[in-house]
């Protein structure tokens, strides 16, 4: 992604998680390069330093394994409260997290809902059911334009801040 260069230069060991390159974790000067293995590897001082500071302070993390859509227009948020079993958040900033039906009740897909503004929602959902995702939102798109479904995907990031201080 965009932040790869950035990330590494802040110290950090990439790693495939599904397929997606991800950070796994930041080392710190003079901490021993990680090994594969199945217990306890060198990596394990640089993640309970990283899980100390999120735990007691905040952290930010990049979640570039993940399928971004976005919703859009005058009647976005109602389309979207017809289809999902949970509603849009209320409030803009809110972050909820949301499942799809099928036309039994069954479920379809699980997805990150956050309202961005009062006519804006982005969807956020494993990386792995990307084409799944994009294309049932599509085939539910009412026919008279008042919903446009964009896929930010491959132009946008998702961050997520997390930890007691995250507000601050």
């Given at each position: ?5 950035h990330?590494?230069a802040?110290?950090?060991h990439f ?19 990680d ?8 990596a ?10 999120v ?27 017809g289809?999902?079993a ?17 036309g ?22 494993a ?7 994009l ?17 930010l995907?491959?132009s946008?990031l998702a961050?997520?801040?997390?930890g007691?201080?995250?507000?601050e």
């Amino acid at each position: 992604t965009p932040l790869t260069p950035h990330l590494a230069a802040a110290g950090a060991h990439f790693g495939p998680v599904n397929g997606w390159e991800r950070a796994q974790y930041y080392a710190a000067p003079g901490d021993p390069p990680d090994a594969p293995g199945f217990g306890w590897t060198p990596a394990e001082a640089a993640v309970a330093r990283e899980v100390a500071a999120v735990s007691t302070r905040a952290g930010i993390m990049e979640v570039g394994g993940f399928t971004r859509l976005a919703v859009r227009g005058e009647g976005g948020i109602a389309w979207l409260d017809g289809l999902l079993a949970g509603r849009v958040p209320k409030r803009v900033g809110r972050v909820g997290l949301a499942y799809y039906l099928t036309g039994q009740g069954n479920v379809a897909g699980e997805v990150t809902v956050a309202r961005l503004d009062e006519r804006t929602v982005w969807l956020g959902a494993a990386a792995a059911a990307h084409a799944h995702d994009l294309d049932w939102f599509t085939r539910q798109l009412p026919a008279d334009g008042s919903v446009a479904l964009d896929d930010l995907t491959e132009s946008h990031l998702a961050l997520v801040l997390a930890g007691p201080r995250a507000r601050e």
